[in-house]
């Protein structure tokens, strides 16, 4: 399956161990990614704050950069939260409002360049890794199954909402990176905060707000027992690793889970070696939790106990029946 | 769950300020903001909220009875994380992160915040993106904690090291190939957003 692929600023950077995991795995998945010749940055969430026509002719560069290259396939993916959102919304913007496609279109011009809004599906890695290439193609690649391996899968904002193509089967409670790491023989634990928010550039502008989010976030996948938060996003993964530690600091609390992509652990699962897949270059180190990793999957007697939902210290007080 | 209706236009026109029209007007697409009815979903579903000074609904209601000035220095907009969940849990479907990004760049042009920090955060991310065409974590970083909180910067530095040590950061930032051809694009676009 080919696909052309918008890596972006923050996977050739601060989330290289997602790229680097990625691209360890993509012959297993049979995905042939195509990088957008000369990409600029997405914006992120800041260049919409300042300047908004420009903010959409940045993102139109990218998507008709992509489109000219485009042969043999019309799906432009990205692994990053915030770009995938900023080029799945401005196409879906130049298609509902033609005042803003004439503008964008006008701006790229002055470029040599046009984009045809609709041209090219824009689409998540996730998405492309759990319904194109599907829970049973990626099954079949584990030799090294995760057994024993407990996860709490976050899916953070941006991937799951607005959603403005429908790719998701809920925008609060998703399920597909659930299946896709059961897929892989782990065990997912229930995380109702999945896709809250980690503070984005709150860890930058209010540190105080962010710390907060983070917190919770951390503080729940603990509490439910997980070995390690797995996420799609590098802007969650740097909020919920590397501020992990400011995070601690600043309550006096040591939390220590860590953070890894859904890539890592496909690429893990598929008998790769963590140093090839970037694992090590996390803040809060990942290997106590991998070497949970068993041979046998769990017991049948001990998955079938029921497993009372932990309840936090500092929660508020529930009325207990029984 | 049937679809909201959308009223004509001329149905909406009454309840209007004319503050409200402007910032319609300058969101893409239909941000159906005069369809608010106070009902707090987006304020409570907000995990910044806590730090607004205004609440969105309230923020709503302020631009529906045209307070300007107001609006635009309050600190609401700035502390929306782009986490949408006020937007696909609004039962009015509003486009509520659209109409905050509105709301700041607004800001930005009257000079009414506040606090210049965030807004400073945005501009030197777009000055970075518009001298290279990337984004540069370590320029920014250093740029913006330098003038806003320098006292931090030796509290920080265990983690820019780290992300160097770690190979997750790099010394120089990246330019590319197509520069001239962006600003070209930049510069035409920003001609562009004055004009209706």
Not at chain 1, 203 to 227: C, E, M, N, S
Not at chain 2, 19 to 36: H, I, K, Q, W, Y
Request: charged share 20%; aromatic share 6%.
């Amino acid at each position: 399956m080919k696909l052309l692929f918008y890596p972006g600023c923050s996977m050739q950077r601060t989330a290289r161990p997602y790229l680097d995991s990625l691209l360890a795995i993509r012959e297993a998945i049979g995905v042939e990614l195509e990088e957008v010749a000369d990409w600029n940055c997405c914006g992120a969430t800041e260049y919409m704050s300042v300047h908004r026509v420009p903010a959409h002719a940045l993102v139109g560069r990218n998507l008709a950069l992509a489109s000219r290259q485009a042969q043999g396939t019309d799906t432009l993916t990205a692994g990053c939260s915030a770009c995938y959102l900023n080029l799945a919304k401005t196409d879906q913007q130049m298609r509902e409002d033609p005042r803003l496609a004439a503008k964008v279109n006008d701006a790229l011009q002055a470029g040599g360049l046009s984009y045809d809004a609709g041209s090219l599906k824009v689409r998540h890695l996730l998405d492309v890794v759990c319904n194109d290439v599907g829970y049973e193609a990626v099954q079949a690649k584990v030799v090294r199954p995760l057994h024993g391996l407990r996860l709490a899968p976050y899916y953070g904002c941006q991937v799951v909402r607005p959603d403005p193509d429908a790719r998701w089967d809920d925008r609060e409670h998703p399920t597909a990176m659930d299946r896709l790491l059961r897929a892989l023989g782990a065990e997912v634990v229930d995380y109702p905060l999945k896709t809250q928010c980690c503070g984005g550039h709150m860890t930058v502008i209010g540190p105080d707000v962010a710390y907060g989010l983070i917190r919770r976030l951390v503080h729940g996948a603990d509490a439910a027992g997980a070995d390690a938060i797995v996420t799609l996003c590098p802007m969650c993964q740097l909020n919920l690793d590397a501020y992990q530690i400011e995070m601690n600091k600043h309550y006096g609390t040591r939390y220590a889970v860590p953070v890894l992509y859904f890539t890592q652990l496909m690429g893990l699962a598929f008998g790769r070696s963590p140093a090839e897949l970037g694992i090590g270059k996390e803040f809060v180190p990942a290997a106590p939790a991998l070497a949970r990793i068993s041979d046998q999957p769990p017991a049948a007697a001990e998955t079938a106990k029921k497993k009372r939902r932990p309840r936090a210290a500092d929660g508020l007080p529930m009325p207990r029946v029984g | 769950m049937s679809a909201v209706p959308s009223p004509s236009a001329a149905d909406r026109e009454p309840e209007c300020s004319a503050f409200l029209r402007e910032v319609m007007d300058a969101t893409p697409g239909d941000s159906r903001l005069n369809m608010c009815i106070q009902c707090g979903t987006c304020g409570g579903s907000c995990p910044a909220g806590t730090e607004m000074d205004h609440t969105p609904r309230r923020l709503f209601a302020m631009i529906r009875s045209g307070l300007r000035d107001a609006v635009l220095r309050s600190n609401t907009p700035w502390y929306c994380v782009s986490c949408y969940f006020c937007t696909v849990r609004c039962p009015q479907q509003i486009h509520i992160t659209d109409v905050m990004y509105t709301l700041k760049g607004m800001a930005i042009g009257a000079k009414l915040y506040r606090d210049n920090s965030p807004p400073d955060f945005s501009q030197t991310f777009v000055d970075y993106v518009e001298h290279y065409g990337r984004s540069f974590e370590l320029g920014l970083a250093t740029r913006f904690n330098l003038k806003h909180h320098p006292l931090s910067l030796p509290a920080m530095a265990p983690m820019g090291l780290g992300m160097l040590k770690r190979g997750r950061m790099e010394l120089v930032p990246h330019r590319i190939e197509g520069m001239a051809q962006l600003t070209r694009i930049l510069d035409r676009a920003k001609a562009l957003e004055a004009t209706p």
